[in-house]
């Protein structure tokens, strides 16, 4: 298959130097939270501080997506889908988490046959995702803070209640309201904007 020749990849010294930026803006603190709640919302697993999860810690995953863009058969970034390497980086890490999890399911199946993984379901629907991005991108060009965005998917899509969130968040219920009415703010600013 032809390759998109607008499709536009990074160079290592690119990525390099993206890392380098990313750290510097970044709090390790916020993507741990990020890491966390992933873990919950897409496979319903809460996080052991002190254990991590299968003995492997957040901190060992955001070493490995490090990794994964530094190593010989190195992830990309594709400048084109992902113009901000932040929002590169996070899709990245979300690949190292499903993997972690996928690995330690596969394994505790070979050893384990009664084991329930029903509750776990893959993220298959593209064209969910796709939108979901999309939508992200659109709460990011108006401002949107890493907390608004991280609140999006919990709150809106998995209808979850104020209080779990913010015990997952390690926040205040009232610092969840506050975050919610400055999203839903950009939230209808950009459903005016798709208004035909």
Same mark, same amino acid.
């Given at each position: 298959?032809?390759?998109?020749?607008?499709?536009?990849?990074? /160079?290592? /010294?690119?990525?390099? &130097?993206?890392?380098? &930026?990313? #750290?510097?803006?970044?709090?390790?603190?916020?993507?741990?939270?990020?890491?966390?709640?992933?873990? #919950? #919302?897409? #496979?319903? @697993?809460?996080?052991?501080?002190? !254990?991590?999860?299968?003995? @492997?810690?957040?901190?060992?995953?955001?070493? $490995?997506?490090?990794?994964?863009?530094?190593? $010989?058969?190195?992830?990309?970034? &594709?400048?084109?889908?992902?113009?901000? +390497?932040?929002?590169?980086?996070?899709?990245?890490?979300?690949?190292?988490?499903?993997?972690?999890?996928?690995?330690?399911?596969?394994?505790?199946?070979?050893?384990?046959?009664?084991?329930?993984?029903?509750?776990?379901?893959?993220?298959?629907?593209?064209?969910?995702?796709?939108?979901?991005?999309?939508?992200?991108? !659109?709460?990011?060009?108006?401002?949107? /803070?890493? $907390?608004?965005?991280?609140? +999006?998917?919990?709150?809106?899509?998995?209808?979850?209640?104020?209080?779990? @969130?913010?015990?997952?968040?390690?926040?205040?219920?009232?610092?969840?309201?506050?975050?919610?009415?400055?999203?839903?703010?950009?939230?209808?600013? @950009?459903?005016?904007?798709?208004?035909?």
């Amino acid at each position: 298959m032809k390759k998109n020749s607008l499709t536009k990849i990074a /160079t290592q /010294t690119e990525i390099n &130097n993206a890392l380098v &930026n990313f #750290f510097q803006h970044e709090e390790i603190n916020t993507i741990v939270k990020y890491g966390i709640a992933r873990l #919950f #919302f897409i #496979f319903k @697993i809460r996080y052991d501080i002190n !254990k991590g999860i299968y003995g @492997i810690t957040m901190e060992d995953m955001i070493q $490995e997506t490090n990794t994964a863009f530094s190593s $010989e058969k190195r992830r990309n970034w &594709n400048k084109s889908r992902y113009p901000s +390497f932040k929002r590169q980086y996070y899709s990245a890490f979300d690949s190292v988490i499903y993997n972690t999890v996928k690995s330690y399911l596969e394994k505790a199946n070979n050893h384990s046959p009664i084991l329930d993984t029903d509750a776990y379901v893959a993220p298959d629907d593209h064209a969910f995702e796709e939108q979901k991005e999309l939508l992200l991108d !659109k709460l990011q060009n108006l401002g949107a /803070t890493d $907390e608004e965005l991280l609140l +999006f998917e919990p709150y809106y899509i998995d209808q979850m209640k104020r209080h779990d @969130i913010a015990i997952l968040m390690g926040i205040t219920v009232q610092k969840v309201t506050d975050i919610k009415k400055r999203l839903d703010r950009k939230l209808i600013t @950009i459903s005016k904007k798709w208004k035909y």
